[in-house]
């Protein structure tokens, strides 16, 4: 492994063992992590880093970039090391020192919210090598609209036995490989060990068949050997497919006791083996000490792309003022003016022509209209397109070879949609949405907390939202999903009850930028129970007055989605006994409780009798009414029936909720 790299003759193998130790240096002053896979991919990752990757460490957010996605996010060691030794700016050696430490840039597994050069969060097994299908696709539907001179780069995933023992990868990598991502290249650290001990406890599966089968190019190397992964990965960038190189590896390599050992993946190696690593590696500096020969190596590693980076930045400023404006608006994230015009325009245009519609079809008459003002919504679904109502009239669906589209059909794939999208959201120049059934979040949810976690602008469209969806039954009708994703922190819950609600809920969950949304929507046909439109978007605060009492309110009653029509409808049974009741709409009820107390004391009122209607379950709810107060809504899994058989069947009704009123009032 002497491959020369500088004129001071600074080896492969300087290189690589400077990875190494700096991981090994790291854990061993943590006392916790995991040094083996560092220390066996870092011949892998010196290749990739010194050779082929298209990188300026000052500028590691350069739009052109190749991304780089260590999927075995438990080797954080290894990122943090390149980060450091190629220059990125707050990557600094104290930074290493403080490994797993509060507050440092070096968590346990990256963070892309709190690390520079980080270009996704990953820890949870499959999701960095599914979320980078995102960051493939993205580059090729970029460069379908703007061309090679803008959009021109590679996505690199290193991914471990278990990120491909996961779920996950193979609805990740049969999307892949359909839809001919060849500018996506997996490094596999092939080194058959697990934290069980030896791979051949649990898995036999042929991976490089498995890629094959899905549509890959699939090769197997000697990962320690730096001219075979160097000619694997020059073949794989001229490929019309994706491409994984199965680098055989030694996990801990170096280690005289451990290496090849479960023992060298999630413990420090220890004073003693640590001794005998370096001593064999033929390193003899103190802990953290790079030489200046091999640091100035690396240094010149992380500059290679700034000549690249600097003739692109040229290129934009070439273009014509307007077209080179809105590339960079869409990769900064930053939302066009025109979106809440349209809504705006919608709003009024459903006052004058009410719709009483599902809240899928509201939405994709809302899509309709945001679609045309928000060029880089990119909408799919999870082989639901006719029931989600995601796919409009105007968008084109991709096709494998064919990226100038905005429409995914991701087939049914729930898990893989979900992380596909964050991959697309987080590689900028697209806001994504993808869509399948409220009950199947529990399929999406994995990625969809990396969302939260990690402040991902993604859209999940969720439609069936409850026991209306009828006939197909408990399977199906989503109870509790309500309630686990509003305890999401960061996650958006939108639950509209009519068109106008729905417009201005896909607004908000477009104008969100530090975070995702999701939209549960119904199945059945709802009332348009909005009278009124405009600018103002009164669902803002997540819960606002529908309609007033007659009168002094004596009971508040607060509703979300296909529940506010019964609401109002309890109120007018009400009303007809003299009983003032006002109805509070909900269309998100975790943005109203982070409203200030102002705001929900102002909403909430002063009436002494509240009543929460929706058909799920209660968790939450007590926020709002206090623990005491009336609930009208699920106790318990759906059935199989007519949707409006199942509302009588479980008492959500406009009787019901007048029966319990007059009941508490009277007691």
């Known amino acids: 492994m002497q491959d020369t790299v500088s004129a001071d003759r600074v080896t492969h193998s300087d290189l690589a063992n400077a990875v190494r130790v700096l991981a090994m240096d790291a854990v061993e002053t943590a006392k916790s992590g995991h040094p083996g896979l560092p220390m066996g991919a870092a011949d892998i990752a010196t290749v990739l880093f010194t050779k082929f990757l298209k990188y300026d460490a000052a500028d590691p957010t350069w739009p052109d970039r190749d991304r780089f996605i260590l999927s075995a996010g438990h080797g954080s060691m290894l990122l943090y090391s390149l980060l450091h030794l190629t220059g990125v700016k707050g990557m600094t050696v104290d930074e290493l020192k403080n490994f797993r430490k509060l507050d440092s840039k070096t968590p346990g597994h990256p963070e ?18 599914a979320t980078a299908v995102g960051f493939a696709l993205a580059e090729r539907m970029l460069n379908a609209e703007y061309g090679n001179d803008l959009v021109d780069h590679h996505t690199y995933v290193l991914a471990s036995d278990g990120d491909l023992m996961e779920g996950i990868s193979q609805e990740a990598i049969a999307l892949a490989g359909h839809l001919k991502l060849n500018r996506m290249i997996v490094l596999w650290d092939d080194n058959e060990i697990s934290i069980d001990g030896p791979l051949s406890l649990s898995d036999s599966v042929d991976q490089v068949k498995r890629f094959q089968a899905c549509g890959w190019n699939a090769v197997r190397v000697d990962g320690h050997d730096p001219k075979a992964i160097q000619r694997a990965i020059s073949k794989a960038q001229k490929s019309d497919r994706p491409t994984l190189i199965a680098c055989k590896t030694v996990i801990g390599y170096g280690a005289p006791k451990k290496a090849g050992t479960s023992k060298a993946h999630g413990e420090p190696l220890g004073a003693e083996e640590l001794a005998g690593a370096k001593t064999a590696l033929g390193w003899s500096h103190a802990p953290f000490e790079i030489p200046d020969n091999i640091r100035d190596a690396w240094a010149k590693a992380g500059k290679k792309g ?67 003002a928000v060029p880089e919504l990119v909408l799919g679904s999870a082989d639901l397109t006719p029931s989600n109502n995601t796919k409009t009239k105007n968008l084109n669906a991709i096709s494998p070879g064919n990226y100038a589209g905005r429409y995914i059909h991701y087939g049914i794939r729930e898990h893989g949609m979900a992380a596909a999208i964050n991959g697309i959201a987080l590689h900028g120049g697209y806001v994504p949405a993808g869509a399948t059934f409220l009950v199947f979040t529990d399929y999406a949810r994995p990625a969809m907390r ?7 602008p993604a859209v999940y469209v969720m439609t069936h939202d ?33 068109a106008i609600e729905t417009a201005e809920c896909w607004q908000m969950a477009l104008e969100r930028t530090d975070g995702p949304s999701t939209l549960a929507l119904t199945r059945q046909n709802l009332p348009q129970v909005r009278k009124v439109g405009g600018a103002e978007n009164l669902s803002a605060t997540g819960a606002y007055e529908l309609s007033p009492a007659n009168g ?23 009303d007809e006994q003299s009983f003032a009741v006002r109805v509070v709409s909900v269309p998100s009820l975790d943005l109203f409780l982070a409203q200030p107390e102002k705001v929900r004391a102002q909403i909430i009122g002063d009436a002494p009798i509240k009543v929460a209607v929706e058909a799920a379950v209660r968790f939450g709810w007590d926020s709002v009414i206090g623990p005491d107060g009336i609930f009208v809504g699920m106790h318990g899994f759906g059935a199989s029936a007519p949707y409006k058989d199942l509302y009588k069947h479980f008492g959500i009704t406009a009787e019901a909720i007048a029966e319990k009123v007059l009941r508490t009032h009277n007691l």
């Open 112 to 129: 892309n919210f709190m690390t520079p050069g980080v270009e996704t969060t990953t820890g949870p097994l499959g999701q960095g090598i």
């Open 306 to 372: 700034r000549r690249l980076r600097k003739a692109w930045a040229e290129r934009l400023k070439a273009l014509p003022q307007e077209k080179r404006a809105e590339f960079e608006r869409r990769v900064k994230g930053e939302r066009p003016k025109a979106l809440a015009d349209a809504v705006a325009k919608l709003k009024d245009r459903l006052v004058a022509e009410p719709q009483n519609v599902a809240t899928r079809k509201a939405s994709e008459i809302a899509l309709e209209v945001i679609t045309e």
């Open 450 to 456: 990396i969302a939260a976690l990690a402040g991902i």
């Open 466 to 498: 409850s026991i209306g969806l009828g006939e197909d039954g408990p399977t199906h009708q989503p109870v509790e999903h309500l309630a686990a994703l509003r305890a999401m922190p960061k996650m958006r819950v939108f639950r509209p009850a009519d």
């Open 552 to 574: 002094k309110a004596r009971a508040t009653l607060f509703a979300s989605g296909s529940e506010v029509e019964i609401a109002l409808a309890a109120q007018k049974l009400l």
